[in-house]
């Protein structure tokens, strides 16, 4: 699986935009970029993916370059219950698709 | 609700002793994982299930087993516990039938090995 690269920590104020980036320039043909967000200890938790067109669901959207090599996250309107880290994951999908975590984006939101 | 359980919650254990750690999902998926955490760090996966009967390695397995019997219970096995398992414990299960890959997350089993 391609590997990703992530800052490490973002801030974001309560309400405005964040948008989390996320580079995979070894990324292949048959891979998807997945985001993951994990709370305070929790497990992971999906929040969307793509292949090479943009997508949007009721958590965010997801914005993919026309090379593939990065992408961003956009979390629209943050609030204080976004705080987290996020993960960015490349990966094929079927038979039993193995995530390999990075150490992520660990977002912070204020008030 | 549908989702993922795990049991124990926590658990302190001694070096040495044998310990399975439980995972049940209702969901009917056909995959399944083990997954630790140290602290700081991202989940690393110790084995995974494509479907019931069969088990395959990921990348920390040393000193784990797994079996799956049926679809719905994927238990984690130390042998022998040893001090650097301390960790935080997540299985996750998915439908990789539907092409999506979406892995859902059990709330994981926090362990100490002393």
């Known amino acids: 699986d391609a590997k990703t690269t992530q800052p490490p920590s973002m801030d974001c104020a309560e309400g405005r935009a964040a948008n989390l980036p996320c580079n995979h320039s070894?990324?292949?043909?048959?891979?998807?970029v997945y985001w993951y967000r994990q709370i305070h200890s929790q497990g992971p938790q999906y929040i969307i993916h793509g292949l090479k067109n943009n997508e949007t669901n009721e958590m965010a959207s997801l914005i993919i370059t026309e090379d593939r090599k990065s992408s961003t996250l956009i979390l629209p309107h943050a609030t204080l219950r976004d705080t987290a880290v996020y993960y960015c994951?490349?990966?094929?999908?079927?038979?039993?698709?193995?995530?390999?975590f990075g150490t992520g984006t660990r977002l912070q939101v204020t008030l | 609700i549908a989702g993922i359980t795990q049991a124990p919650t926590s658990q302190i254990l001694a070096a040495g002793r044998r310990m399975t750690l439980r995972c049940t999902q209702d969901?009917?998926?056909?995959?399944m994982y083990w997954y630790r955490q140290d602290l700081g760090l991202g989940l690393r996966l110790i084995h995974y299930?494509?479907?019931?009967?069969?088990?395959g390695k990921g990348e920390v397995p040393d000193g784990y087993s797994v079996s799956r019997a049926n679809t719905d219970d994927f238990p984690l096995t130390l042998a022998s516990a040893v001090p650097s398992q301390t960790s935080v414990y997540f299985c996750?299960?998915?439908?990789?039938?539907?092409?999506?890959?979406?892995?859902?997350f059990g709330p994981g089993t926090r362990l100490t090995v002393l």
């Open positions: 299930s494509n479907t019931a009967g069969t088990t």
């Open positions: 994951i490349v990966t094929t999908t079927g038979t039993a698709s193995k995530l390999t």
């Open positions: 996750a299960s998915s439908d990789s039938s539907a092409g999506v890959g979406e892995q859902f």
């Open positions: 969901m009917r998926h056909n995959a």
């Open positions: 070894t990324i292949s043909g048959n891979e998807y």
